[in-house]
């Protein structure tokens, strides 16, 4: 006999001899407190049929044994313990000691890792009922723009059941041991094995070819209003298919035919209507209205500039009492020869643009001429988050039909602290959760292309992802997921500066230095995984929306109060300047453009102001040229925006509405790309809101 496999040639059944022997003599325990304080019957043969599970597990088949084993436990807490009521847990350990003295070591491991299984499921069972107790309460804001209706709470309990699953049953358990220490952060996790996580819409093909919602064929549109009505229900049954942002690539250009035989006033009222619907039809299960992004700017036919131009001046009218809506993101493309400079044919529009954000905060600004959009013409489009896909490894560069599938961020101020100052050593471990992180992505998209065309019946069914036309509702979605991006993520450069060298980027030029490196290390990985999986990995600026604060808790209580590093509720979003930090909007433009450049999965960057610039349109239109001038790819300007309910005061209000007295006041303010307002969001984001300082123009 193997006494670590615990081997016999014959496999006995399990039955109650352990109990048998037990009859009379008095020699095992009648009792045994459970982890609950409940008082039960004691049956060694429950501790016996436990080692002989972990002696499977590592082959082994002497039944025998374990429960010899099962009685040395007793006797070693009877005799050595003096143990009169024993616990769970002093079973278990005793367990352990008594399998690792008596040669069982390979034995003694599995015991203990299964221990740890069964440990991380119960106490995932307790974390579920807390987060639905606290659901049942309000809806958590980790999501901005998610309700606190009874939908959204049945649909936040759902997900707090989902993560709990995924974590304790189908992730790796080194991968879900690093995301419940913080190392890194699985992000959308409760649809890990669902769905994907965003597209870029080809809203032209759908509206020239008609779709099917999955309740019967919706005809092509023959007018402006039908067609920006059938645009809104395009984005909700795709956001229902999804769990990240839905977004049309090229809104102007696939409008423009759909409104060629509509006058000036019916397309106003179509564009009128689509914002009303994006900030009032819901999507996933009721809980949210769709997260919604436009793309427009570059479209120079008549009917095209049509679009953008309502577009723009019914946003800029506002809701039903001039409110400043919340959705869609609008994204006005920045091109010279089309629209950036005098004598441009849309250059009207970008002049109307920067009137309309100057007001209201969006649209946000992209630029095809920066140095790694340019190649691609007009084709980059970005979400309101950031994302942004474009080269493709099975394809053609195009942004129609693709999305990001799943993001994984990288704590990246824990790796700086525990490296004590070390740079190479900080360069070795990031390279091994980096390692860590693809690993993670690579198992969660074996998973999602097994999914099938039914699984997401509006996204893969009706064509919208690329190839996924050629697919049956049947068939596994590899072969148009391919076309999609996987990206790691970063946050808290600003704080793994200060770890490492005492500033940060906008502090020295050998932080700033250093930074790039870090970045470009880690774009550099990134691209060695594309080439090694064949698939589009990509490095993203992670937008903080679900993580703002959750790195710095657990950090802070692993590695206690860091000046400059855990000190905040907060890290500072992926490589900005710190938000507290008093800086001009060119400098940290210009600090800031370089990392653009290397996370080619996604950025933004923000100007600060104190007020809205309406009446400064000229320094408004300053900041968003210097933008373009230092390589900028994505972009925006943000100031406060505080609107009474009562009587419809728009400006900086402190407290009270200085018109009405009313202290009923809306304030929207955006942090990760969306607009949203400050109700909705968490302690975090309101600690950053809080410590941001205006960046003076000059």
């Excluded at 994006?278 to 008549?302: K, W, Y």
């Excluded at 740079?423 to 992505?441: C, D, M, P, R």
């Excluded at 500072?572 to 433009?589: E, G, M, Q, R």
Aim: one cysteine or more; glycine letters at 8%.
């Amino acid at each position: 006999m193997e006494s670590d496999s615990l081997r016999l040639t014959t496999v006995l059944p399990l039955t109650k001899s352990c109990d048998e022997r037990a009859q009379g003599d008095g020699h095992f325990f009648h009792s045994i407190q459970k982890r609950d304080g409940r008082i039960v019957a004691f049956d060694v043969e429950k501790i016996a049929a436990a080692i002989y599970k972990a002696a499977q597990a590592v082959g082994g088949h002497d039944l025998e044994t374990a429960r010899q084993l099962a009685e040395n436990v007793v006797d070693y807490l009877q005799k050595e313990k003096k143990v009169s009521l024993p616990t769970v847990e002093e079973v278990q350990d005793a367990v352990e000691k008594i399998l690792i003295e008596k040669g069982h070591a390979r034995t003694a491991k599995a015991y203990i890792l299964y221990r740890d299984r069964r440990t991380r499921i119960r106490e995932g069972k307790s974390e579920l009922m807390d987060a639905v107790a606290e659901i049942l309460v309000e809806t958590n804001r980790e999501n901005a723009n998610v309700s606190n209706s009874p939908s959204a709470k049945m649909l936040q309990i759902a997900s707090a059941a989902s993560r709990q699953y995924y974590l304790s049953r189908l992730i790796p358990d080194d991968i879900a041991q690093a995301h419940r220490n913080g190392d890194i952060h699985i992000h959308d996790l409760d649809f890990y094995a669902k769905t994907l996580t965003c597209v870029q819409i080809p809203l032209g093909k759908l509206l020239y070819s008609g779709f099917n919602t999955g309740h019967g064929y919706i005809r092509p549109p023959r007018r402006a209003g039908s067609a920006a009505a059938l645009a809104a229900i395009i984005l909700q049954s795709s956001q229902n298919d999804m769990h990240g942002g839905q977004s049309f690539a090229f809104f102007d250009r696939d409008m423009a035919d759909f409104v060629a035989n509509s006058d000036e006033n019916e397309i106003y009222q179509a564009m009128e209507g689509l914002i009303y619907n994006l900030n009032s039809m819901h999507s996933r299960a009721g809980a949210q209205v769709p997260f919604s992004s436009i793309n427009l700017g570059c479209d120079t036919s008549e009917p095209g500039r049509a679009v953008t131009r309502n577009l723009l001046l019914a946003y800029e009218k506002g809701l039903g009492r001039g409110e400043t809506p919340i959705f869609p993101n609008i994204i006005f493309r920045v091109k010279s020869g089309i629209n950036f400079n005098p004598g441009d044919p849309n250059y009207d529009l970008f002049k109307l643009a920067i009137r309309v954000a100057a007001t209201h905060m969006n649209p946000t600004f992209s630029f095809m001429d920066s140095p790694f959009n340019r190649d691609y013409g007009t084709e980059v489009a970005y979400m309101g988050c950031r994302t942004r896909v474009i080269a493709d490894r099975h394809g053609e560069a195009v942004s129609d039909g693709r999305g990001n599938l799943s993001f994984t961020t990288i704590n990246l101020p824990r790796i700086a602290v525990k490296s004590n100052g070390n740079v190479q050593q900080f360069f070795t471990s990031l390279e091994e959760v980096l390692a860590l992180a693809s690993k993670q992505l690579m198992h969660r998209y074996q998973i999602q292309a097994h999914l099938k065309v039914m699984d997401m019946p509006f996204l893969m069914g009706q064509g919208l992802y690329v190839e996924s036309n050629k697919l049956k509702a049947e068939d596994e979605i590899a072969g148009a997921i391919r076309h999609g991006t996987l990206s790691m993520g970063f946050i808290g450069l600003a704080e793994t500066l200060t770890a490492l060298t005492g500033t940060h980027q906008a502090q020295s030029t050998d932080a700033q230095n250093l930074g790039l490196e870090i970045i470009r290390f880690m774009r550099k990985m990134v691209d060695h995984l594309a080439d090694q999986y064949d698939l589009n990995f990509t490095l993203l600026a992670t937008p903080a929306e679900g993580l703002s604060g959750r790195f710095v808790a657990i950090d802070r209580e692993l590695l206690g109060n860091i000046p400059g590093v855990t000190d905040k509720e907060y890290y500072t979003n992926s490589f900005h300047v710190p938000v507290s930090y008093a800086i001009s909007s060119f400098d940290k433009l210009a600090i800031e453009a370089p990392y653009q450049a290397l996370t080619n999965a996604g950025h933004i960057s923000y100007v600060e102001l104190d007020a809205p610039p309406l009446y400064n349109l000229e320094a408004f239109e300053t900041l968003i040229r210097y933008m373009a001038s230092v390589g900028i790819g994505y972009g925006g300007i943000n100031f406060p925006i505080d609107e009474c309910i009562v009587c419809g005061y728009r400006g900086v209000i402190e407290t009270d509405c200085p018109a009405c007295g009313s202290a009923d006041i809306r304030r929207i303010r955006r942090i990760t790309g969306y607009l949203s307002t400050v109700d909705h969001f968490n302690d975090a984001k309101k600690a950053e809101l809080n410590d941001r300082k205006s960046h003076m123009h000059a």
